[in-house]
């Protein structure tokens, strides 16, 4: 059974452009969730989609948005990338909100 | 003041030994409380999970809610060179399948 999946590994932009990325969720799973890991720190909740809606959105800008598909695959895009978006990006996800989350290997981004 | 505190580290200890990690909150309408292992430039991996103030085990692991101090604690018995990593506290108001609010993380450092 594989876990949760995502592209690419490792990605790197100049400021101002635009990046997507994409995640699977775990087989069974229906809600996920990105997150945002800058070095040295936790990771901070971006937004969480279920049935292909935006449920939960945290403190990011519209800059910051995403997407579900019908087979519950996801993308978060970023628009206008500052110095400041360099970051590991984590993708996670749970059968419904009851479940706990689990975390793919995460897309390391960097910012020139 | 960040929501949820964790001390970053290194915490250093010989292979053996109990290594015992928390995290402090301000918030006491957090219910769930998970803990996730990180190794470096890898996805937090899901140790622990625990539903209001109580204490769980699985294995060499035992976690601890008090919610009257706004406390978690996680203790690793028998702690091998493996365990080197770093360890993430996370809580969510209304589901763990929610927004998770994580702490900064402590990194652990088991010696042979």
């Known amino acids: 059974d594989a876990g949760v999946t995502q592209s690419p590994t490792h990605l790197i932009k100049t400021r101002g452009q635009q990046v997507t990325l994409r995640c699977s969720p775990k087989?069974?799973?229906?809600?996920v969730s990105w997150y945002q890991q800058a070095l040295g720190q936790g990771p901070q909740f971006i937004f969480q989609?279920?049935?292909?809606?935006?449920?939960q959105r945290g403190n990011f800008p519209d800059r910051f948005s995403g997407h579900q598909f019908p087979n519950y695959s996801s993308e978060l895009n970023v628009n206008a990338l500052l110095l400041g978006d360099s970051a590991l990006y984590l993708c996670?996800?749970?059968?419904?909100?009851?479940?706990?989350?689990?975390f793919g290997p995460g897309t390391r981004l960097t910012v020139t | 003041q960040k929501e949820v505190e964790q001390d970053p580290g290194p915490l250093s200890v010989p292979e053996g030994a109990i290594v015992s990690l928390n995290c402090t909150y301000s918030?006491?309408?957090?219910?769930?409380f998970m803990w996730y292992r990180q190794y470096s430039r890898k996805g937090p991996e899901l140790l622990m999970y625990t539903y209001s103030s109580g204490n769980k085990e699985d294995g060499r692991f035992t976690a601890q809610v008090d919610k009257s101090s706004k406390y978690i604690s996680l203790f690793i018995r028998d702690s091998q060179p493996s365990d080197s990593a770093t360890y993430l506290c996370a809580m969510s108001l209304e589901a763990a399948g929610n927004k998770l609010t994580f702490g900064g993380g402590t990194r652990v450092l088991v010696k042979p």
């Open positions: 087989s069974g799973h229906d809600t």
């Open positions: 996670a996800s749970s059968p419904g909100t009851p479940g706990e989350q689990y």
């Open positions: 989609y279920y049935e292909e809606e935006e449920r």
């Open positions: 918030n006491s309408a957090f219910q769930y």
